[in-house]
C-alpha cells in the first residue's frame, strides 16, 4: 500500500513538472502548426507529384495548356464557343483556336494580370493590367486561330492569370466571352521547377535542362517559391485555405463553403445533422428571409438533406441534389478520354470539363476545373437576392483565394484508392463481399448469361473507387436512378422537375413515366465507395435511406433496364442479388469505410498533439468524429462481423473524450498515442494487407 502511495505521488510530481514545461500547449501566442482541420500537406503534395508525372508523360512538358469556355459567372453574354491556349514557355509561341463563335463577328485574344488585394476579383476589372494580343483569324473549317510570338521584354512584370476572348472592339472587363486561368497544380509546376526559377533570379542554373524564359508569367502560388515546395508552404496555403472554406461568406447571404460541407460531418450535410441544427442556421436562410424564400424547398431540405440546384441554367427549373462530399477528391475528378480521341471512354463530350465535378460531371461553371468549382457555388447558394448580380449580391472571389481553396478541398482524404488484391477480410462474411463486389461482368456459360452470381460492381467502381476499371478515369453513366418508382421527394413536391443529368439538351421523355421533360442526358457521375457508408443516404437524389437498401436498388428494373446494365463492349451486368449477397456486399463496404475512418482519425489525432490551445481541441474534436463514424459505419449494417475490433474502437474513442479535457500536454498526448494504438489493432482485427 506504501509502495503504492509513494508511485502515485511520484507520477503526480511528474504530471506537475510536466505541465510546468508544457505551459505552451495553453498559450496560443507561441508559434504553432497552422489549423488544417482534415486539410493534409502531405496529401497535396502527393497530388501535385502525380499531376507532374502525367503532365510530363505527356509530352510538350514546357507547354502551358488552357481551355476557353464561357462562364455563366463571368462571361458578357452568352455563347456555344469554345477554345483553347497552347503557350510554350521556352520559345513563347502562342496558339489560340476557337470554334462556335459566330461568324459575322471578330474576335480578339487578350492576357489579363488581375491586381492582388482582397477587394480584387477574379474577374477581370478596370485597373487591372490587360494585354491584347491581336484578333482571331477565320480558318476553312469554320474555326478561329491566333498565332503570335510572345515579346518577353514588354511582358516584365506581368503574370498570367486569365486568357480571354472578347468581341473585336471591346475589352475583357466589360465584354469578355471566353476564360481560361492556369488552375494550381499549373501554377505550382511551372513555377518551382529549376528551370523556372533560374529565369527569376531565384536559384542557380542546373547543370542540365532547358530554361523557359517565359515560365515568370506563371503566377506564384504561395507554395512556389521554391525547387519545389516544402511541407511548411503547403500547411500555409492549406490553413489558408480551410479559413476561406469555413469563414468566408463573400459578401452574401451568410452562408460559406461549411454551410453545406461540413467538415464535421465528412465534408456533407443529411437529414439527421441538419436536424441538430438551430433555426438561425446560414443553411436555412431561405425559411427567415423573404428576398430568398426561393432559394431552397425547407421541406426537402429537412427532410431529405436536398439542396436546389439551377444546373442548366438559372432560366431553367431547378432541380432537387444531395451535397456530395469532397473527400478524396483527387482519386474521382478524372474525366473519360473517349475512343476518338485515343482513350477508351464512351462520351467524348465529358471531355468539355477539365473536372468530374457535381452529380453531373458538369457541375462547375467555365472550364469545369475544381478551382472554377467555388465561383458556381458562390452564385448558387450564397447570393443576398435571386437577382445574383456579381458584386452586388455577393463577392467573387480573387484568385488567391481561388488557389487557396483548390490546395485545401484537393488535400481532403485519400490520394489514392485502395488495391483490394492486397486485402484479405478477416471475416469470412466480408470476404465473401469482397469476391462479389470485385467482379466487372456476369459469368457467360454455354451461351447463356449467369445471374446471381456476381454484383458486377467492379466495372464502374474499380477498387471501391470512382473509376472505370476500363479507363482509369471517372466514368458518367446512365444507372436509371431518375427512373425508379415513386421516388421519396417527388412524393413530398409532385411538382419538381425531372433531373436530366450530364448536359443541357432537352427532352420530353424523363422519369419513371417516361413523360416528363429535363435537361440533360441522363448521366450521373460515379461517386466512390470507401466513403459511402459514412455518406448516406444515397444517389444523387437522395432516394435511398441506408447502404443496404443503395445496393439491393440495383436488382430492379431502373437499373436493369438502363444502358448502366451493359459494359462499353455490351457485356451484360445486370444485377440479381439474394438478400444474403446484399449483407455481404454491405458488410464489405462498411469495412472499408471503418478502415478509412481509422487511417483518418489517427491522421488528425497526430496533428492536434503539434497544436495548441482551441485548434488542437478543434482538430482533435475531428478525429474523435472519426473514429465515432468507425463505430457507427460498423454497427450500422446490425450484424457484427468485428466485435473486438468495435470494443477496441469504443476504447480509443474514451480515451479520445478524456484527452479532450486534458490540459497537461503529456498526459493528452499519452492517452491520444494510446488511442492510436488501439485503433491500429482494431484494423489488424478486420484485415490482413499484403505489402
Known amino acids: 500500500m506504501l509502495s503504492s502511495s509513494r508511485h502515485l505521488a511520484s507520477l503526480a510530481a511528474a504530471l506537475v513538472l510536466a505541465a510546468a514545461l508544457d505551459t505552451a500547449f495553453l498559450d496560443e501566442s507561441q508559434p504553432a502548426a497552422p489549423m488544417l482541420g482534415h486539410g493534409d500537406a502531405a496529401t497535396l503534395r502527393s497530388v501535385m507529384e502525380r499531376w507532374k508525372n502525367r503532365h510530363e508523360q505527356q509530352g510538350d512538358a514546357e507547354t502551358l495548356k488552357l481551355a476557353l469556355v464561357p462562364s455563366s459567372t463571368l462571361s458578357a453574354a452568352r455563347t456555344q464557343g469554345r477554345g483553347e491556349l497552347r503557350l510554350n514557355l521556352l520559345t513563347g509561341a502562342l496558339e489560340v483556336k476557337a470554334r462556335g463563335l459566330p461568324a459575322e463577328r471578330d474576335y480578339e485574344v487578350w492576357l489579363a494580370d488581375n491586381r492582388g488585394g482582397t477587394s480584387r476579383a477574379v474577374k477581370p476589372e478596370a485597373g487591372d493590367r490587360l494585354i491584347g494580343l491581336g484578333m482571331l483569324r477565320r480558318t476553312a473549317d469554320g474555326g478561329a486561330i491566333l498565332r503570335t510570338t510572345l515579346d518577353r521584354t514588354s511582358l516584365a512584370g506581368f503574370e498570367l492569370d486569365q486568357a480571354i476572348i472578347t468581341e473585336s472592339g471591346a475589352t475583357p472587363d466589360r465584354g469578355g466571352l471566353l476564360f481560361g486561368a492556369p488552375n494550381l497544380l499549373q501554377r505550382t509546376y511551372f513555377s518551382s521547377q529549376p528551370w523556372s526559377l533560374t529565369v527569376s533570379g531565384d536559384a542557380p542554373a542546373p547543370a542540365s535542362g532547358p530554361a523557359l524564359p517565359f515560365a515568370f508569367l506563371l503566377p506564384k502560388a504561395a507554395v512556389a517559391q521554391t525547387a519545389g515546395p516544402d511541407a511548411a508552404s503547403l500547411e500555409q496555403l492549406i490553413a489558408r485555405g480551410r479559413q476561406i472554406f469555413v469563414e468566408e461568406t463573400f459578401d452574401g447571404n451568410g452562408r460559406t463553403c461549411a454551410t453545406c460541407h461540413r467538415p464535421d460531418n465528412n465534408h456533407t450535410i443529411d437529414p439527421r445533422y441538419i436536424a441538430k441544427l438551430p433555426a438561425s442556421d446560414p443553411l436555412f436562410v431561405a425559411e427567415y428571409n423573404p428576398d430568398l424564400k426561393d432559394l431552397e424547398k425547407p421541406a426537402l431540405l429537412r427532410q431529405m438533406g436536398l439542396i436546389l440546384a439551377n444546373v442548366d441554367g438559372f432560366d431553367k427549373p431547378g432541380v432537387m441534389r444531395s451535397v456530395p462530399h469532397l473527400l478524396a477528391l483527387p482519386t474521382s475528378i478524372d474525366v473519360e478520354v473517349c475512343v476518338e480521341h485515343g482513350g477508351k471512354g464512351d462520351f467524348c463530350e465529358d471531355e468539355a470539363f477539365a473536372n468530374a465535378l457535381g452529380w453531373s460531371g458538369d457541375g462547375s461553371p467555365g472550364t469545369g476545373s475544381l478551382r472554377e468549382f467555388a465561383l458556381g457555388a458562390i452564385t448558387q447558394h450564397m447570393p443576398k437576392t435571386l437577382n445574383r448580380v456579381p458584386q452586388v449580391d455577393f463577392r467573387l472571389p480573387t484568385d ?41 461482368e456476369n459469368p457467360v456459360r454455354n451461351g447463356e448469361v449467369i445471374l446471381g452470381e456476381t454484383a458486377n460492381c467492379n466495372g464502374c467502381h474499380q477498387n471501391a473507387g470512382a473509376n472505370s476499371s476500363t479507363t482509369h478515369a471517372n466514368p458518367t453513366r446512365d444507372t436509371g436512378v431518375e427512373n425508379m418508382r415513386t421516388p421519396p421527394a417527388f412524393l413530398l413536391d409532385p411538382t419538381l422537375a425531372v433531373d436530366g443529368g450530364f448536359g443541357k439538351e432537352e427532352r420530353v421523355s424523363c422519369g419513371f413515366s417516361q413523360d416528363h421533360t429535363c435537361y440533360g442526358n441522363g448521366r450521373f457521375n460515379t461517386p466512390p465507395l470507401v466513403e459511402a457508408a459514412d455518406t448516406a443516404p444515397f444517389f444523387h437524389n437522395n432516394s435511398v435511406n441506408t447502404l443496404e437498401e443503395a445496393i439491393a436498388s440495383y436488382n430492379g428494373d431502373s437499373f436493369n433496364q438502363s444502358p448502366g446494365a451493359k459494359t462499353s463492349s455490351g457485356k451484360d451486368r445486370r444485377v440479381k442479388l439474394e438478400s444474403s449477397q446484399v449483407t455481404a456486399i454491405a458488410l464489405f463496404l462498411r469495412t472499408l469505410n471503418a478502415l478509412e ?28 468524429a472519426d473514429t465515432e463514424d468507425a463505430i457507427e459505419v460498423l454497427q450500422g449494417g446490425t450484424l457484427l462481423p468485428y466485435p ?12 479520445e473524450k ?28 478486420m484485415v490482413t494487407e499484403q505489402p
Do not use: C, W
Open 597 to 624: 475512418n481509422i487511417r483518418s482519425s489517427n491522421s488528425l489525432s497526430r496533428k492536434s498533439m503539434d497544436l495548441r490551445g482551441r485548434n488542437a481541441k478543434e482538430t482533435l474534436k475531428l478525429a474523435m
Open 400 to 440: 488567391e483565394e481561388l488557389t487557396a481553396l483548390e490546395a485545401y478541398m484537393l488535400s481532403l482524404g485519400r490520394t489514392q484508392d485502395i488495391d483490394l488484391s492486397k486485402l484479405s477480410f478477416n471475416s469470412p462474411l466480408v470476404q465473401q463481399g469482397k469476391l462479389l463486389f470485385d467482379v466487372k
Open 644 to 655: 473486438e475490433a468495435l470494443a477496441r474502437l469504443e476504447e480509443a474513442l474514451a480515451l
Open 658 to 685: 478524456k484527452a479532450l479535457h486534458t490540459e497537461i500536454g503529456p498526459l493528452r498526448n499519452l492517452r491520444l498515442h494510446k488511442a492510436i494504438a488501439l485503433k491500429l489493432q482494431a484494423k489488424a482485427l
